[in-house]
């Protein structure tokens, strides 16, 4: 069953089962990926749609902050609980152990050095993951403190 099926799918049990939080949240997510069909001018691959969906749930985490900084802990509450929803559907996000150890390894591939070197580095560590789950975020900020920044 793809990602866009089982979507599909769970919506439909949530509308049966009058969960109205969830039900909002797929409704927004499956129009997210009906957008990229859409764009793509055909039914997006997984991995297209969990590119999707990680960006859905770096929206809501950024979303999320700025309503913490506005003290509107109520909105961040929302935003932090749709995040919930959307990672049902992505793979396991990587350790920060796990992401730390491709981070010194790059360095060292690299032969980074200093902090002009962070953007190489972002580079290659961000193509290892590709596919996977990680907040690019944590790792920018493990290079920089790894290059010392």
């Not at 902050?65 to 995040?83: H, M, P, S, W």
């Not at 559907?89 to 980074?112: C, F, H, M, Q």
């Amino acid at each position: 069953m793809s990602l866009m099926e089982q979507i599909v799918k769970d919506l439909t049990q949530a509308m049966k089962a009058k969960e109205q939080f969830r039900l909002d949240t797929l409704r927004m997510v499956k129009s997210a990926l009906k957008n990229q069909e859409i764009d793509l001018g055909h039914p997006p691959s997984d991995a297209e749609a969990i590119k999707t969906l990680s960006t859905l749930v770096k929206q809501r985490r950024d979303a999320a902050d700025q309503y913490v900084k506005g003290n509107r802990q109520d909105l961040a509450d929302k935003e932090l609980n749709e995040i919930k929803v959307i990672e049902a559907y992505l793979p396991a996000a990587l350790s920060e152990s796990e992401i730390e150890t491709a981070v010194l390894k790059t360095i060292d591939e690299v032969g980074a050095k200093s902090p002009k070197d962070i953007g190489n580095v972002m580079k290659v560590v961000m193509g290892k993951f590709a596919g996977k789950t990680v907040d690019g975020k944590v790792v920018n900020a493990m290079v920089k403190k790894h290059l010392g920044v």
